[in-house]
């Protein structure tokens, strides 16, 4: 069933940057099927946490357990192979490709070969090239996204969104760690975004994300970490965490 099976364990997690402590000692499990979303004040380490559990920051101390594995301190093409992709906060597409070719290069493995290059000429196998490209149809397909051959620097910002969700899942990923997707979104684009997260939840998709809109939040998260000064100061359902008066005292402080 899901929502009982431990897919990721944060265990004591703390990332110092010389005398800060952007984490100090966090701890949290995401389960399979959950959509989990980290919250907290500007400042309070979740960034921080998304970019040791992508590999980009090797932890000072503690340790990421994920599919029964440690994957703390390792490469960010290593664990994206071992099954968690994500997106980062500032849209990260190639303005010029179009929508599906954005995503064919999400198909490709990181850290092996260029990323524009991998598209245009690596010679690579007819064959693999239209898996990939069937990959990513599906893709965004499953995200009802239909301009895929508009260029993605002429596609409103909540497409553009999108597609960066499908590059992050064309590899089929256990664990997809969103940063803020509805950051920059107007309200009727963060409304379809949410539409589609739930939807993502009901297919058994697992996803940990971190966002500032509460509503969107409400919406979509089954499971809230609360985060302050680097450090987890509740958790629970969204409700909860935002009646309890640290959290409220966290929020109001900021
Ligand atoms: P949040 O995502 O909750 O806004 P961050 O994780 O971005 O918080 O930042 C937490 C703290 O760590 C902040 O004080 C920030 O200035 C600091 N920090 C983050 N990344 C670095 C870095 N690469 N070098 C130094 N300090 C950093």
Known sequence: TPGEQVLLEVKDLHKHFGGVKAVNGVSFTVRKGDVAVLIGPNGSGKTTVLNVLSGIYEPTA??????GRNISGLKPHVINRLGIARTFQNI???????ALENVIVGYYPKGTVGLAGT???T?????????????AEETLRLLGFTRIHEKAKNLPYGQQRIVEIARAMVCEPQLLLLDEPAAGMNTEETKELSHLVYRLHELGFTILLIEHDMSFVSQVATQAYVMDFGSKIAEGSVDEVLRNPAVIKAYLGD
């Open 62 to 67: 503690g340790e990421v357990w994920f599919d």
């Open 123 to 135: 010679p690579r196998g007819y064959l693999e090239e239209r898996i990939a490209r069937e990959r």
């Open 92 to 98: 990260r597409l190639f303005p010029e490709l179009t």
């Open 119 to 121: 598209l245009l000429s």
